[in-house]
């Protein structure tokens, strides 16, 4: 993997991750716990009601919707170091290895992020919280699917590498060559 720790750190600098918005992500693991099911089953009803994803996850739904809460209990654990960037990179390798085409994961990612903004907006009268909380809570989402991304970028750099023989490095110039004119 050419992924590393210190690019997700890069990532949390350049979109203003902070220690606060990590607290504010902990203050929210009571309402993930009582609110985190409604959203996954959503989730999982958005993903079923689409021929092309319910495929994907025919049979395994229940098992998919016991991953995705600890997926959102990993969101509030207040825990940003490389644990959580293996287990984000992870996630990314397991969707490539599915076929899951990147598309669906951004997609998906803003269900994800509206439903548990609606939660915050629900539980939070004052303004100033729910905006940090759910300031918070785009961040972390926003930088998952970073890494998410940037597992399917490797792993589509590793197949074109194996693929044609060229090695990485001259596909990465190629990529990014400016397009003839």
């Not at 915050?120 to 919280?129: G, L, V």
């Not at 890494?147 to 001259?170: C, D, H, Q």
Request: charged share 25%; aromatic share 8%; glycine share 8%.
């Amino acid at each position: 993997m050419d992924i590393e720790v210190s690019q997700f750190e890069w990532a949390k600098n350049f979109v203003g991750f902070t220690d606060a918005d990590a607290a504010h992500l902990v203050d929210l693991a009571g309402l993930i716990e009582a609110h985190g099911g409604v959203v996954t089953d959503h989730f999982y009803g958005v993903l079923e009601s689409v021929p092309e994803t319910a495929r994907v996850i025919e049979g395994r739904v229940d098992n998919l919707k016991r991953t995705h809460g600890m997926y959102m209990r990993q969101l509030v654990a207040g825990d940003y170091g490389e644990a959580y960037f293996k287990s984000r990179i992870k996630i990314g390798e397991v969707h490539v290895v599915q076929g899951i085409e990147p598309h669906w994961v951004e997609a998906v990612m803003s269900i994800i992020r509206t439903q548990l903004i609606a939660v915050i907006s629900e539980n939070y009268a004052d303004a100033a919280e729910r905006a940090a909380k759910s300031q918070a809570l785009i961040r972390i989402c926003d930088l998952d699917l970073l890494l998410i991304n940037f597992a399917y970028a490797e792993e589509r750099l590793s197949r074109l590498s194996k693929f044609t023989g060229m090695g990485r490095k001259l596909i990465e110039n190629v990529i990014k060559m400016p397009p003839r004119k």
